[in-house]
C-alpha cells in the first residue's frame, strides 16, 4: 500500500530564527541577537540536511521553504550552500518550489539576485500595511515606498512573488480596508495572503490586550465583514481564496504550503522547526529545541536528546488530516480520511452540517463553503471524533 | 435542679445588625461564662454562614449564672432564635420556651421589619418585654426618637429602656438587673410526669444528634427512657447537660430549666421542633399544644454543573439532611439538565444557605432552577393537585382553576423611596394592606403573590431603595389567580427546566424579557436559534440569535499542526460539559440568570 504521505507530497521547511526586531504581534519564533556567526549557522543547517536525508533516502523532493524569523537576513551564500546540499541529498521535482520569507526593506531587496542564483524561485513578502502609520503601530521597520521599490526588485528576480497583509487592525474601518486592498490587488500580484490581525498570548499586543490597552481593534461581526470584503475583491481580481488566508491566481498556490494542508511529509530544520515524516511507515511528529544557541549546539555536538520523534496515533492522523485540509477549498477525501484513522466520518454530522450550507459533498470530497470557512473552527469541532 | 424564682428565660429579639449578637456575647463575658482567653465574636453563631450573614438559622442556647444584687444568684437561659421569617415556625417554639425578651432597636436605626415580626411573635408568646437601645454611644444615636417610635409601632412601653452600647459594654450591668427584676420567673411542677419541649436540634458528628430541651414540668436525669410524643420514637439519655455556651454534663434537670440530651438518636428527622418529650414508663397526659410539621413553601431543582457530579451531590444533600428536617429532597431528572433534586424549603433564605452550604463545605457547583412555590390545582374531576414543579403541570383542560399562595409583606423605607417600593410591589400584583409614617420612615403592608418575590423581589428592593428597606413576610394563604404556565423553547425545543408559571397578564412582558436575557446569555452557534416563550401552543415572544460569522485560525501551517489540533480537541471536550439541548448549548449560568428581570 502507498503511504499517505504522498498524497501530499514532500517538502522541507528551514527556520532561521532571527529578526532585527520583534513585532508586537508574532508570536513566532524569532530572536533578536547582536552578531550571528552564519558560518557556525550554515554547517549546522548542513549537518541537519544530511541527518535528515539519511532517514528519508530517495523521496523526491517538492519544495524548500525559508522562513522564520526573517530569513531575508541570511547570507546569499548560506542560502546558496542549503541549496546545493539538498540538491545533493534528494531528487528534486522538475518543479521543485524554493520560497524564502523577505523583509521588504531596501537593504534586504540588494540579497534579492543572491538568493535567486542560491535557486529561490519564489519570495513571500511581509507588506502588513499599505500605510506607513499602520506599519509603524504594528512594529515594522520598512515604510510603504520602501515596500513598493522591494516588490519591483523582487519581480525582476523572482518568478513568483506574494506579498502578505494584515487587517483588523486597530481603528481599521470596513472601507479604510477594501480600498488598501484594492491597491494591493491593482499590483498585479498573482498570490497574496491576507490575515485578520490575531491577538496571541505572549506577544506585546497579546499583554496590551490583557490590560486592556489595545484600543480600537474592529468587533467580531466588523472583522467578519472584512473577512467576507477579502473574499469578494480577491475573487473579483481572479484570485479566489485556495485557503483561508490565501489567494492565488489558479496555478500560482504556495505548492510549499499545499504539503501542509494535504497533510503530506516535511521535514523541519531549525529551532524549535517542526516535521511530520513517514519512517518506517509510521507518521511520526518531529520537533527541535526552540532556543536558537541551544539547538546550534545540540546540532554541534550531536547530541539530539532535546529533539523529539513522536508516532503520532492514527486517529489524530486524521483529525490533523481533516483540520489541514478543510483549509483548502477543495476541502478532504473522505475515503482518505477514513484509511488514516480507521474510522469514516460521522454521516449524521455530515448530514447537519450540510442542512446548514456549512460543508459540500462532491462525492469522495468534502469541502467547506466559502460560509463554512469563517467559521471553520466550530465546523471541525463538530467533524471530530469525541474523544 | 435550680429553684424555679431563680431562673430567668429569655430571648433576644433584633433586627440584623442591631446588636443581637454583641449583645449575647457581652452578657456571657460580664457574667465569667466564658474565659476571657476563649471570647470570640458571635460565640452562639457555629456556622460560617450564620457568621458571615450575620443571621441565626438554629437555635441557641447559653445558661448563665448570675449574683444579681438583692444578693440571690440566678440562672439566666439565653435562647438565640433563628431571627429569620423562613424559619418562623422555629422561632415561635423557641419563644414558647422562654417567658420573657429583650427587644434590641439600633438607636441610630430605629424600629425595622424584622424587628416587628420577631417583636409580634414576642407577643404572642405572652412574653415580658423589655425594650433595649443599643448603640447609644454613636454621635447618630437617637435614643428620644427611637424610644417614640417603639411606643407608635409595637405599642409597648418604652419609658424604661435600657440604654446601651453591646459594643463598648456601657448599660450591660443594667440589663442584667432588668432580666432578673422586670422579667418573670418559669413556672413548673416538679412531681408531675415529664413534660418538655424539643426546642431544636442538630447534628454532631461524635455525638449524634443534640436536642436543645425546655423542661415544662418533671425531672429528666441521665439513663431515663424518654419518648417523643409526635414521633413515637423512645430513647434512653446517653448525656444530658447545659451549654456554657460549651457542653457541660449535669445529672438532672428540673421544671423551668433548658439544657440539652443526646440519646443515640441518628437522624435529625426523627426530632421534630416542637414536640414533646416525655418519660416511656409514666407520660404526661397531653403534649405540648401548636406542634406543627415543617412544611415547605419554595422548590428549586438543584442540579450539578458536571453531571459526573451527581453522585457528590447525593451524599452531599443527604448529610445536610440529617441536620435540617425542613428541607426535603426528590429525584428528579430534568431533559435539558440531567439527574438532580427537586428540592422544598422554608424560604428564599433557607434556599441560599442550603446552596451556599452545598457549594461551599461541599465543593459542587450547582445549577439552580428558577425558586416556585406550591400552586394547588382545582381539577374538573375535584381533585386537588399541589404543583411543585412548573415542569409537571398537566394538560390545561384537566384544570378547573389554579390557586396560589400569597404572603402578607411588610416592607419599612425611607420616605423618598417609598413611589418605587410602591410601583415595585405594584407590578409584582401586590394590593396595598396599609401604609403608615412613623417619622420619615413609611410602613407599608402589600398583599403579595409568593411567586412575585420568590425570584428576585427582595434584590430589587434593596436595589431601588439603595439598600434601605427592609422586609419581611408572613404567608397568608392562597387565592384563585389566571396563572399559566410559560415554556420557553430554544431553537424551537421546549427547555423544561426554564419553564416557570406566571400570571397571565404579565406573560408577555415577563416572556420577552426572558427571551431578550436568553439571547444575551446563549453563545452564539453555527446557526441561527429562535428564542420563543410561549402559553400552551401559542408563541407570545420571540427572539433571534444569529449564528455565529467567523471563528477560523487565520494561520495554520507546518509548526502550528499539533498545537492547534491539540486545542481544537479540548474545545471539543469543553463542549461535552456544556449542557446540550438539542443542537444548541446552554451555559449553566443561563438557567438562573434568564429569569432575574430589570424592571
Not at chain 1, 477525501?333 to 447537519?352: E, H, M, W, Y
Request: negative net charge; aromatic residues 8%.
Amino acid at each position: 500500500m502507498t503511504e499517505d504521505w504522498r498524497n501530499g507530497g514532500f517538502g522541507l521547511y528551514i527556520h532561521w530564527p532571527f529578526c532585527q526586531a520583534k513585532c508586537p504581534y508574532c508570536d513566532f519564533n524569532s530572536h533578536v541577537a547582536a552578531t550571528i556567526d552564519q558560518s557556525r549557522w550554515q554547517a549546522a543547517y548542513l549537518s541537519e540536511i544530511r541527518r535528515l536525508a539519511a532517514l528519508t533516502p530517495g523521496r523526491v523532493l517538492n519544495s524548500v521553504f525559508f522562513g522564520g524569523g526573517t530569513p531575508s537576513l541570511m547570507d546569499p551564500d548560506v542560502v546558496h550552500a542549503i541549496m546545493d546540499e539538498i540538491r545533493a541529498c534528494w531528487p528534486t521535482a522538475n518543479d521543485l518550489e524554493t520560497t524564502l520569507e523577505a523583509n521588504p526593506s531596501s537593504v534586504e531587496a540588494g540579497r534579492f539576485r543572491g538568493y535567486a542564483q542560491a535557486g529561490v524561485n519564489r519570495v513571500s513578502m511581509g507588506f502588513q500595511a499599505l500605510n506607513n502609520d499602520d506599519l509603524r503601530r504594528l512594529g515594522r521597520l520598512h515604510t510603504v515606498e520602501e515596500a513598493f521599490a522591494a516588490y519591483d526588485t523582487a519581480r525582476a528576480h523572482f518568478d513568483r512573488v506574494s506579498f502578505d497583509l494584515i487587517y483588523a487592525r486597530q481603528d481599521q474601518t470596513p472601507d479604510a480596508w477594501r480600498a488598501e486592498l484594492s491597491t494591493a490587488l491593482s499590483m498585479g500580484i498573482d498570490h497574496l495572503s491576507a490575515y485578520q490581525l490575531t491577538i496571541e498570548a505572549g506577544t506585546a499586543f497579546g499583554d496590551r490586550y490583557d490590560r486592556g490597552k489595545l484600543r480600537g481593534l474592529p468587533d467580531d461581526d466588523t472583522a467578519a465583514d472584512m473577512y467576507f470584503i477579502t473574499q469578494e475583491l480577491c475573487e473579483r481580481a481572479g484570485l479566489p481564496a485556495y485557503e483561508v488566508s490565501n489567494h492565488a491566481k489558479h496555478g500560482a498556490e504556495s505548492k510549499h504550503n499545499l504539503i501542509y494542508w494535504r497533510y503530506g511529509d516535511y521535514g523541519g530544520i531549525g529551532p524549535g522547526a517542526h516535521g511530520r515524516l513517514t519512517l518506517n511507515g509510521t507518521r511520526m511528529a518531529t520537533e527541535t529545541p526552540l532556543f536558537p544557541t541551544k539547538w546550534l549546539e545540540m546540532v554541534e555536538n550531536s547530541a539530539f536528546s532535546d529533539f523529539k520523534t513522536i508516532a503520532i496515533e492514527p486517529t489524530e492522523q486524521a483529525a490533523e488530516y481533516l483540520m489541514m485540509g478543510l483549509r483548502k477549498s477543495t476541502g478532504i477525501s473522505q475515503n482518505r480520511f477514513a484509511s488514516i484513522g480507521g474510522a469514516p466520518l460521522k454521516t449524521n454530522v455530515i448530514n447537519d452540517l450540510r442542512d446548514l450550507d456549512l460543508i459540500a459533498l462532491d462525492q469522495d470530497r468534502l469541502r467547506a463553503t466559502p460560509k463554512g470557512i469563517a467559521v471553520l473552527n466550530a465546523v471541525i469541532r463538530e467533524l471530530l471524533p469525541d474523544g | 435542679m435550680t429553684d424555679l424564682k431563680n431562673i430567668r428565660n429569655f430571648s433576644i429579639v433584633a433586627h440584623i445588625d442591631h446588636g443581637k449578637s454583641t449583645l449575647a456575647d457581652r452578657l456571657i463575658q460580664m457574667t465569667g461564662t466564658v474565659a476571657e482567653r476563649d471570647m470570640k465574636a458571635q460565640l452562639l453563631d457555629a456556622m460560617d454562614i450564620e457568621r458571615e450573614r450575620g443571621i441565626t438559622i438554629k437555635a441557641n442556647t447559653v445558661r448563665i449564672d448570675y449574683p444579681a444584687k438583692d444578693g440571690q444568684h440566678y440562672v439566666l437561659n439565653l435562647i438565640d432564635t433563628p431571627g429569620h421569617v423562613d424559619f418562623g415556625y422555629e422561632v415561635s417554639r423557641s419563644m414558647q420556651a422562654v417567658e420573657g425578651s429583650l427587644l434590641v432597636v439600633d438607636a441610630t436605626q430605629g424600629v425595622e421589619a424584622q424587628t416587628l415580626a420577631n417583636v409580634y411573635q414576642a407577643i404572642e408568646a405572652d412574653h415580658e418585654i423589655v425594650p433595649v437601645l443599643n448603640k447609644i454611644d454613636l454621635p447618630a444615636a437617637d435614643v428620644d426618637r427611637v424610644a417614640e417610635q417603639i411606643e407608635d409601632v409595637i405599642g409597648i412601653d418604652a419609658t424604661d429602656a435600657v440604654q446601651i452600647s453591646a459594643k463598648t459594654g456601657i448599660g450591660i450591668p443594667d440589663v442584667l438587673e432588668a432580666i432578673v427584676t422586670r422579667l418573670p420567673a418559669p413556672e413548673g411542677d416538679t412531681e408531675a410526669p415529664l413534660k418538655a419541649m424539643l426546642v431544636d436540634s442538630y447534628y454532631d458528628a461524635y455525638l449524634g444528634v443534640v436536642v436543645i430541651i425546655r423542661v415544662i414540668d418533671g425531672k429528666i436525669r441521665k439513663g431515663d427512657r424518654i419518648r417523643m410524643m409526635k414521633t413515637g420514637g423512645t430513647y434512653p439519655i446517653d448525656r444530658l447537660g447545659v451549654f456554657r455556651p460549651k457542653m457541660e454534663n449535669i445529672d438532672e434537670l428540673g421544671p423551668g430549666e433548658i439544657g440539652f440530651i443526646t440519646a443515640s438518636i441518628k437522624q435529625v428527622r426523627d426530632t421534630r421542633v416542637g414536640d414533646t418529650i416525655t418519660h416511656e414508663r409514666k407520660p404526661c397526659a397531653e403534649p405540648l399544644p401548636g406542634f406543627k410539621p415543617s412544611q415547605p413553601v419554595v422548590f428549586c431543582g438543584l442540579f450539578p454543573v458536571d453531571s459526573a457530579e451527581f453522585e457528590n451531590l447525593r451524599d452531599a444533600i443527604e448529610k445536610l439532611a440529617l441536620n435540617d428536617a425542613s428541607f426535603s429532597y426528590e429525584m428528579e431528572t430534568s431533559a435539558a439538565l440531567g439527574f438532580g433534586f427537586r428540592c422544598g424549603f422554608l424560604g428564599l433564605l433557607h434556599l441560599e444557605v442550603i446552596r451556599d452550604r452545598l457549594e461551599r463545605e461541599y465543593d459542587i457547583d450547582l445549577i439552580t432552577t428558577a425558586p416556585s412555590v406550591i400552586y394547588h390545582l382545582h381539577m374538573k374531576d375535584g381533585t386537588t393537585v399541589e404543583l411543585h414543579n412548573p415542569a409537571d403541570m398537566p394538560d390545561l383542560t384537566y384544570v378547573d382553576h389554579i390557586e396560589e399562595p400569597r404572603i402578607k409583606a411588610t416592607i419599612l423605607v425611607p420616605d423618598e423611596y417609598l413611589g418605587d417600593v410602591l410601583k415595585l410591589c405594584q407590578d409584582r400584583r401586590g394590593v396595598q394592606l396599609d401604609l403608615t409614617y412613623a417619622g420619615n420612615r413609611a410602613m407599608v403592608v402589600y398583599d403579595l403573590p409568593l411567586n412575585e418575590v420568590v425570584f428576585d423581589f427582595y434584590d430589587r428592593l434593596k436595589s431601588v431603595t439603595k439598600g434601605y428597606a427592609s422586609f419581611d413576610y408572613q404567608m397568608i394563604g392562597y387565592q384563585q389567580d389566571f396563572l399559566v404556565k410559560m415554556q420557553i423553547l430554544v431553537n424551537d425545543e421546549p427547555v423544561d427546566a426554564l419553564s416557570v408559571m406566571v400570571h397571565r397578564d404579565r406573560a408577555e412582558a415577563r416572556g420577552r424579557a426572558m427571551c431578550e436575557k436568553l439571547k444575551e446569555l446563549i453563545p452564539r452557534h453555527m446557526f441561527k436559534i429562535p428564542i420563543q416563550a410561549a402559553i400552551g401552543g401559542r408563541v407570545i415572544a420571540r427572539e433571534t440569535l444569529a449564528a455565529m460569522r467567523k471563528d477560523v485560525t487565520a494561520k495554520c501551517y507546518g509548526g502550528d499542526a499539533t498545537r492547534k489540533r491539540k486545542l481544537l480537541e479540548k474545545q471539543k471536550a469543553g463542549k461535552k460539559k456544556m449542557r446540550q439541548f438539542g443542537k444548541v448549548e446552554i451555559p449553566q449560568s443561563a438557567f438562573i440568570n434568564a429569569l432575574k428581570m430589570d424592571d
